[in-house]
C-alpha cells in the first residue's frame, strides 16, 4: 500500500493556485481522496493516469467534507464507483439537509474584505451549482477501512462532519482540510471558512497526536516530520 498526492495546479482570478488530492494504492485498487472543483475530474485523471495507474482500477472515493467538487461527475463517468463520506456530511452531499457551507458563506459575504468578495461569490456559485451525490459507505469517527488498513478520524471545525484517514502501517495522515501546510507547518485551513475554530483546532491536535511521519494536507502538499 501508498498513498500519492495528485499536485492540480489551475488559474483563479490571474493567480496560480494548487490543491493536493490523494491517491491511495491498496493491491492495485485505486482510492481518490476528495475529487477537487467542479470541471477537475479530466485534470484529476491526468494526473492518475501520468503516474502509471488505469482509471478502470479506481473503486472508491473517499470525501472528507462537503467541498465535493468534481464528485457528481465522476459518478457519472464511473457508476460503480464506491463513494465513503461521514454520516453527518452524507446529508450534505446527497441534498437531504441544506450545506451548512453554503449557509456560511452567504452569512460571509456581508462582512468579506473588498479583495475577497470575488473569490466569495465565486465559492457560493460553486456551491450552488454542485449536485448532488448518494453516498454509498456511511462511516464514523474510529472505523476501519480499506482492508482495516485505514482509520477514519473525526476531525470536526471546518466542517461538521469532516474527517482525516490514519494509516498505522504508513505512519501518514490524509488530513484533508483538517490541517494545512504553511510555512512549514502544520496550520488549520483558512479561519474564515472555518465552521468552529475551536473545534478546528481542537482537531488539529488530535492528528498531531497521532505523531504519523507524513501528513497529506490539500492545500500545501505533504508536510513530513
Known amino acids: 500500500m501508498k498513498i500519492i498526492e495528485l499536485p492540480i495546479e489551475?488559474?483563479?482570478?490571474?493567480?496560480?493556485?494548487?490543491?493536493?488530492?490523494?491517491?491511495?494504492?491498496?493491491?492495485?485498487?485505486?482510492?481518490?481522496?476528495d475529487t477537487g472543483y467542479p470541471n477537475f475530474l479530466p485534470l484529476i485523471e491526468n494526473e492518475i493516469i501520468k503516474n502509471g495507474y488505469e482509471m478502470k482500477n479506481l473503486k472508491n472515493i473517499i470525501i472528507t467534507h462537503y467541498d465535493i467538487g468534481s464528485l457528481y461527475d465522476f459518478k457519472e463517468k464511473y457508476p460503480l464507483i464506491?463513494?465513503?463520506?461521514?454520516?453527518?456530511?452524507?446529508?450534505?452531499?446527497?441534498?437531504?439537509?441544506?450545506?451548512?457551507?453554503l449557509v456560511q458563506a452567504e452569512e460571509m459575504l456581508r462582512n468579506m474584505p473588498n479583495q475577497e468578495i470575488e473569490f466569495g461569490k465565486w465559492f457560493i456559485q460553486q456551491l450552488k451549482n454542485l449536485k448532488h451525490v448518494s453516498i454509498d459507505e456511511k462511516v464514523h469517527d474510529g472505523d476501519l477501512i480499506l482492508d482495516n488498513e485505514c482509520r477514519v478520524v473525526a476531525t470536526p471545525g471546518h466542517t461538521s462532519g469532516h474527517i482525516s484517514l490514519y494509516f498505522p502501517s504508513l505512519k501518514s495522515v490524509i488530513a484533508g482540510d483538517a490541517a494545512v501546510k504553511?510555512?512549514?507547518?502544520?496550520?488549520?485551513?483558512?479561519?474564515?471558512?472555518?465552521?468552529n475554530v475551536e473545534e478546528a483546532e481542537q482537531s488539529l491536535r488530535k492528528i498531531k497526536d497521532l505523531e504519523a511521519v507524513n501528513y497529506y494536507c490539500y492545500h500545501g502538499g505533504t508536510f513530513t516530520l
Not at 464506491?82 to 457551507?101: D, F, P
Not at 504553511?182 to 465552521?195: D, Q, R, S, T
Open 82 to 101: 464506491n463513494i465513503i463520506a461521514s454520516e453527518i456530511e452524507s446529508k450534505l452531499i446527497s441534498g437531504e439537509m441544506k450545506s451548512e457551507r
Open 10 to 33: 489551475f488559474v483563479f482570478n490571474g493567480q496560480k493556485n494548487h490543491i493536493n488530492p490523494s491517491l491511495i494504492i491498496l493491491k492495485n485498487e485505486l482510492t481518490l481522496v
Open 182 to 195: 504553511e510555512n512549514h507547518e502544520l496550520v488549520i485551513a483558512n479561519p474564515h471558512f472555518c465552521l
